[in-house]
C-alpha cells in the first residue's frame, strides 16, 4: 500500500513556533521508495513517535521546496539520518540553488554525505529510483520555491508548497491525480505570498484532481475550523477534499 504521512500541517510561523499544529513534513512511502518533504522542526521525533513508527534511515531522497525554517529547519539532520551519520553514502537531496549558494541552509560538511545533490531547476525532470519527479514552475514566494509532480505507475502526486496565486500554477499542476496543496490563509490578504483557501479552491476546481489534500495551515484556518468545513469545500470545488491533521495517513 502507498501512503503519504503528515508528520506536521503548521503553515506559518506563529502556528508553528507554538507548535498548535506540529511542523514536521510530510513523508511518502511509493512502491517501495521512501522521503521525506520539507522536515520543519521536529520532523525527526514526530517520525519516531508516530504509530507505527516510521524509519528515517531508510529514506531515499529528501525534498526542499525552499529555505524558510519551518521547511528547512531539520535539513541536515535528515541528511544524516538517511545515510547513518555520513557513513553511508545514499540518497538524493533536491534543493533550490539558494538553500545552497546563497546563506545556505544545507550545510558544508554534510553535502557529500548524499549520493545525489540534484539542484532543482523549473521545467526539469528527474529521476528518482522508479519515480519521475518533475519540477514545473517556479513559484513566487521571496525566495526560491519549488513543488514538484511525482509520477508513479499509475498516478501523478503533486505538491504545491508555499506560494501566491498566479493562474499559470493550474496549467503546471494539471493531470495530477493526487494534490496537496499548502493552504495557510483562511482569506486573502494582500502581500502575504501564501494562498488563501479560494485560491486553493480554485486551482483544485480547475486542474479536477481525483483527491486534494490540504496542509500547511496559519492561525486563521485554526481560527475558523478548517477541519469542519471538508464537505462544503468538497461541494464547491465538486472533489474530495481532504483536510489534513497532525500525524494522519493518506492510503492509495
Ligand atoms: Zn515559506
Not at 507505527?52 to 531515499?60: A, E, F, N, S, V
Not at 519527479?133 to 504545491?160: A, N
Not at 496537496?180 to 483544485?204: D, G
Request: with cysteine; charged share 25%.
Amino acid at each position: 500500500m502507498n501512503y503519504i504521512k503528515f508528520l506536521g500541517t503548521a503553515g506559518a510561523r506563529f502556528v508553528m513556533i507554538s507548535q498548535l499544529r506540529y511542523s514536521g513534513g510530510i513523508f511518502f512511502s511509493i512502491d517501495g521508495i521512501f522521503f521525506i518533504v520539507d522536515p520543519g522542526p521536529g520532523t525527526l521525533v514526530r517520525a519516531v513517535q508516530s504509530k507505527p513508527k516510521i524509519d528515517l534511515t531508510k529514506i531515499d531522497g529528501i525534498f526542499l521546496s525552499h529555505r524558510h525554517i519551518d521547511h528547512s529547519c531539520e535539513i541536515n539532520l535528515m541528511i544524516e539520518v538517511m545515510t547513518d551519520g555520513g557513513f553511508k553514502k545514499k540518497g538524493v537531496v533536491f534543493a533550490p540553488s539558494d538553500c545552497l549558494f546563497e546563506d545556505p541552509v544545507i550545510l558544508l560538511y554534510c553535502r557529500n554525505f548524499p549520493e545525489k545533490l540534484e539542484i532543482i531547476e523549473e521545467k526539469k525532470k528527474y529521476e528518482f529510483k522508479n519515480l519521475e519527479l518533475g519540477i514545473p514552475i517556479k513559484h513566487r514566494h521571496g525566495v526560491e520555491t519549488y513543488g514538484f509532480k511525482l509520477k508513479t505507475k499509475d498516478k501523478i502526486i503533486s505538491y504545491i508548497p508555499d506560494t501566491e496565486f498566479f493562474p499559470d500554477l493550474i496549467g503546471a499542476y494539471s493531470g495530477s491525480h493526487i494534490l496537496i496543496i499548502n493552504t495557510v490563509l483562511y482569506e486573502k490578504r494582500e502581500n502575504i505570498q501564501h494562498l488563501c483557501l479560494s485560491e486553493a479552491e480554485e486551482i483544485i476546481r480547475n486542474i479536477k484532481p481525483e483527491k486534494a489534500i490540504l496542509t500547511h495551515f496559519g492561525m486563521t484556518m485554526l481560527k475558523n475550523k478548517i477541519w469542519e468545513k471538508k464537505e462544503e469545500i468538497s461541494k464547491r470545488v465538486n472533489t474530495e477534499v481532504i483536510i489534513a491533521n497532525d500525524g494522519m495517513t493518506f492510503e492509495f
